[in-house]
C-alpha cells in the first residue's frame, strides 16, 4: 500500500508540475502537485506533498503537528527551466490520525497567495481526530453566532451521531443542525435546549468513541458595581484600609474586577476575590486591603469591572491623616440671631474632625436636650422648633475624642427678635371718651419687643364739633 500510494502522489506531482510554468503571470499563487480538494491515507503511511511557486514557500500545518516532530521533513530548491521558481517538498512519516487536516502551502511574503488540501489519516481506533480525557470540552454559545461541536474525524464516512445527555439524539437537518466531517457539528441557529452536556458518537468494529462537550452560554450584563464605602474614606496613619468592590451580574456572567490606586506600582495592597449566587443572581467580590496607611497611600481608588465588551466602574477617595483633630470655629460670629415664630433655626458652627468626635450641646450650662423637647441635635448641629422669646441665651457644643483625649469647646449667644406689641389695647380700642375743654388727662402706652421697641405719639386736631381725638400708632 505504501508504494502504490508514494507512486500515485508521485505521479500526480509529475503531471501537473511538467506544465510550462515560464509563462508570464503563472504561480500568482503557490500550486500543489494535487488537484483532489482531499486525500486519504492511513496511519503509519508517508504523506507527500509538493509545492511550486515563484517566490520563497513555507507550510501551514495542522495544530495535530508539533512544531518540532521528527517525522517533517521539508525540502527545498530551486526549480523551472531557468531555476526561477521555488519547489518545496514536506514529507510526514509516519503520518497519524491527530495528523489530520488542512495542509497549506504559502509564499513566505504573501500570506494571501495559498493552496491547500485536506488530509485524512484513518485509524480504526482513533475515529476522532481529539482524543479527551475524562472532562468534557467547553463550547460557547454566543448571541448571534454559530454554535460548534468541533468533533472532527480522521474518515471521511464516518457515521457520527450528536447526542445531548443522557439520551436524546439530535439528526443533522442541513438547514439548521448541519454535519461536516472537517468540522464537526454546526447549530445555525442554536436555543437554550442547546445549553447542557453533548457528546458526539460513532461505533466503529462494534467499539463506541465520543467526544463530549459542555456548552456554555455567556452572559455579559453587568447589573450593579458599588463600594462598601460610597463617599469620601477618612481614616488615619498607620490603620488598615479595606474596600470592599461588589458586582452584581447575571445567572453564568464572568466578570474581571481590577483595581488601580496611588501605590500599586509598589504592591502595597493584597486583593482576595469571592463569589457567591443568590437565588437570581451572581455576586462577585474583590477585597482590597492595606495593612498599615501611610500618607503615599491617599488618593483614587477605583474598581474596573469587565464581562466581555460590558465595562463598568466604582471609585472613591482616601483621606489619610497624620494624627486625630479637631478644629472648632463660629460660623457667623459668637452671636446669631432667630425670631420668634420661626419654624425652625439651626446652630451649627464650623467643624472638622477626625475621627468623629461626641457633640454635647448646653443651654446656660444645662444639657439643652434636657431642657426642652423642641431642642434636638442633628449631628453637629443644635435645632431648635417653633423658635419662642425663652430660647434666647447662651449656647455652648461641647466635643470630645476621648480615646486621644481630644476636647474643644465653643459658646454662642442666641439673640431671638420678638415683634413688638403693645400690651394695653384700651388706648386702641376705646372709642374716644368726651373730655372737658382745657382739662388735663394722661395717656398711657406699655409695649414689648426684642430689640425694645421705640414709641411715638400721633394727634390730630379736633374734629368740628369740638372733640380732640388721639390714638396710638
Known amino acids: 500500500m505504501f508504494d502504490i500510494l508514494f507512486v500515485m502522489i508521485f505521479g500526480l506531482s509529475g503531471r501537473v508540475l511538467t506544465k510550462d ?16 480538494k482531499q486525500l486519504i491515507i492511513e496511519r503509519n503511511q508517508t504523506l507527500q506533498l509538493n509545492c511550486r511557486g515563484r517566490w520563497e514557500l513555507q507550510w501551514v500545518l495542522p ?10 521533513q521539508i525540502e527545498e530548491t530551486r526549480c523551472g527551466k531557468k531555476n526561477n521558481q521555488y519547489c518545496s517538498r514536506l514529507m510526514l512519516s509516519p503520518a497519524l490520525a491527530q495528523h489530520t487536516g488542512s495542509y497549506r502551502c504559502r509564499y513566505r511574503q504573501k500570506h494571501r497567495k495559498q493552496a491547500s488540501v485536506y488530509v485524512y489519516i484513518t485509524d480504526s481506533q482513533r475515529p476522532f481526530v481529539k482524543v479527551q480525557s475524562e472532562i468534557p470540552d467547553v463550547v460557547y454559545m454566543k448571541e448571534g453566532e454559530l454554535l460548534v461541536f468541533p468533533c472532527r474525524v480522521t474518515n471521511p464516512d464516518a457515521n457520527v451521531s450528536l447526542v445531548k445527555f443522557p439520551f ?7 438547514r439548521n443542525i448541519i454535519w461536516n466531517s472537517r468540522q464537526g457539528f454546526t ?13 458526539c458518537e460513532t461505533i466503529v468494529n462494534g467499539v463506541k468513541y465520543s467526544n463530549r462537550f459542555l456548552t456554555h452560554r455567556p452572559v455579559n450584563k453587568i447589573l450593579d458595581v458599588y463600594l462598601n464605602s460610597t463617599g469620601l474614606v477618612h481614616t488615619l496613619q498607620g490603620q488598615m484600609l479595606a474596600l470592599n468592590c461588589t458586582v452584581t451580574a447575571e445567572w453564568n456572567a464572568r466578570v474581571s474586577i481590577s483595581w488601580t490606586y496611588p501605590q500599586k506600582a509598589n504592591g502595597s495592597a493584597t486583593i482576595i476575590r469571592r463569589i457567591s449566587r443568590s437565588r437570581t443572581n451572581m455576586l462577585f467580590y474583590s477585597v482590597l486591603t492595606i495593612p498599615r496607611l501611610s ?14 465588551p460590558s465595562k463598568r466602574e466604582t471609585n472613591t477617595t482616601v483621606i489619610v491623616y497624620d494624627q486625630p483633630f479637631i478644629q472648632l470655629k463660629h460660623r457667623d460670629g459668637p452671636v446669631v440671631q ?7 433655626f439651626r446652630l451649627t458652627p464650623k467643624l472638622r474632625a477626625f475621627p468623629a468626635p461626641e457633640v454635647i450641646w448646653l443651654k446656660d450650662g444645662m444639657v439643652a436636650a434636657e ?24 449656647y455652648t457644643i461641647l466635643t470630645g475624642i476621648q480615646q486621644y483625649g481630644l476636647f474643644q469647646n465653643l459658646t454662642l449667644t442666641l439673640v431671638v427678635n420678638v415683634k413688638p406689641q403693645i400690651g394695653e389695647k384700651t388706648v386702641s380700642s376705646r372709642q374716644p371718651g368726651t373730655v372737658q375743654r382745657g382739662s388735663r388727662q394722661a395717656l398711657h ?8 421697641p421705640q414709641i411715638q405719639w400721633l394727634w390730630h386736631p379736633c374734629p368740628p364739633k369740638g372733640l380732640s381725638p388721639a390714638r396710638l400708632a
Do not use: M, N, W
Open 21 to 36: 510554468t515560464d509563462t508570464k503571470g503563472r504561480f500568482s499563487s503557490p500550486v500543489l502537485d494535487v488537484t483532489e
Open 63 to 72: 495544530s495535530g503537528v508539533p512544531k518540532v516532530y521528527h517525522g517533517t
Open 168 to 174: 436524546h439524539r439530535i439528526a443533522p437537518d442541513y
Open 187 to 199: 447549530i445555525r441557529s442554536p436555543t437554550f435546549f442547546y445549553i447542557g452536556l453533548f457528546s
Open 295 to 308: 500618607k503615599a497611600d491617599r488618593g483614587l481608588y477605583k474598581c474596573h469591572v469587565t464581562s466581555g
Open 338 to 344: 432667630a425670631s420668634a415664630g420661626q419654624k425652625s
Open 371 to 394: 431642657q426642652c423637647s423642641r431642642y434636638h441635635a442633628d449631628r453637629f448641629s443644635l435645632v431648635i422648633r417653633d423658635v419662642a422669646e425663652e430660647d434666647a441665651g447662651i
Open 445 to 452: 402706652c406699655t409695649s414689648h419687643g426684642v430689640p425694645p
